[in-house]
């Protein structure tokens, strides 16, 4: 399952866009919201009480041609 958390403002600091990515910690199976609810994979039945996650920051656009030579 891929989480797209959005930009936001929390207590004056800006946290941009990005995704977690949540896998099976045993398997590495691709788990689902209902899975994660169930914490246990269906792939290989392991606990998913704490599942591997992948974050990325999502950079969107940061201009990298603005500086001038
Ligand atoms: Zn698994």
Redesign the pocket.
């Given at each position: 399952m891929i989480k797209e958390i959005p930009d936001e403002m929390t207590g004056g600091e800006f946290k941009p866009r990005h995704t977690i990515e949540i896998y099976?910690p045993?398997?590495g199976?691709d788990v689902s919201e209902v899975e994660l609810a169930a914490k246990v994979?269906s792939?290989?039945g392991?606990s998913l009480a704490e599942p591997e996650k992948h974050v990325s920051i999502l950079v969107a656009n940061m201009s990298s041609g603005s500086s001038t030579l």
């Open positions: 099976c045993n398997c199976y994979c792939d290989c392991h």
